[in-house]
């Protein structure tokens, strides 16, 4: 079946330093990309989402890209802090229906 | 204004016991998904409703599974009689309005079920 999946299950990096989690979908019939932190004990918080019309879209401190043409998507952390660290999904969806989730990247921040 | 909230927020019983669980959505939300992540595994969809309606309940493993959403605003979902692979963590989230595009599904913190 098409599901959305990610590359590393782990990432450690240096606070202050710049993180990019790497996440591959194939439902093309997907319109709707989002990305989700959860931390321990809690649920999935919303991050940032972007339309499959868009490529690039920026919050604060994330960017999350998108790749139609490759069917890739990725979340980048800009100065990345202690407070960070989580687990990273990223889903799929389409108008008004479930969503898809990846198995998830745990994203370890050191100081 | 008040997020996804969900009760309780851990159930410990045992194999062939029932469980209920309640999700209240954000207030005016009409799209109420639930979802179970099974430990080290991706979060899963379960069941959608749009007010009181099924919308969609393909993911609903068996008919061990009931939900409901009596009224459009708090649903439960049972587990009759549980089994041990019930075990995980149950997500509730809601949107604001059906078939719209850019339609943000907020989560609640979960129930961790453990079945023994």
Known sequence: GESVGLHLPTLS???????????????????????????????????????????????QRVTVLLNKTVKHLSLQIAATQPGDSAV??????????????GK???LSVSS | E???????????IEKGQTVTL?????????????????M???????????????????????????????????????VQPAELEDSG???CASSLLAGTVTDTQYFGPGTRLTVL
């Not at chain 2, 008040?2 to 410990?12: E, L, W």
């Open chain 2, 89 to 91: 963590v149950y997500f």
């Open chain 1, 13 to 59: 990096v240096q606070e202050g330093d710049n993180s990019i989690i790497n996440c591959a979908y194939s439902n093309s019939a997907s319109d709707y990309f989002i990305w989700y932190k959860q931390e321990s004990g809690k649920g999935p918080q919303f991050i940032i989402d972007i339309r499959s019309n868009m490529d690039k879209r920026q919050g």
């Open chain 1, 104 to 106: 998830g990247t745990t």
């Open chain 2, 40 to 78: 080290g595994k991706e979060i899963k969809f379960l069941l959608h409703f749009v007010k009181e309606s099924k919308q969609d309940e393909s993911g609903m493993p068996n008919n061990r599974f009931l939900a409901e959403r009596t009224g459009g605003t708090y649903s439960t979902l049972k």
């Open chain 1, 88 to 101: 990273y999904f990223c889903a799929e969806g389409q108008a008004g229906t479930a969503l898809i989730f």
């Open chain 2, 22 to 38: 309640r999700c209240d959505p954000i207030s005016g939300h009409d799209n109420l998904y639930w979802y179970r992540r099974v």
């Open chain 2, 2 to 12: 008040a997020g996804v909230t969900q009760f309780p927020s851990h159930s410990v």
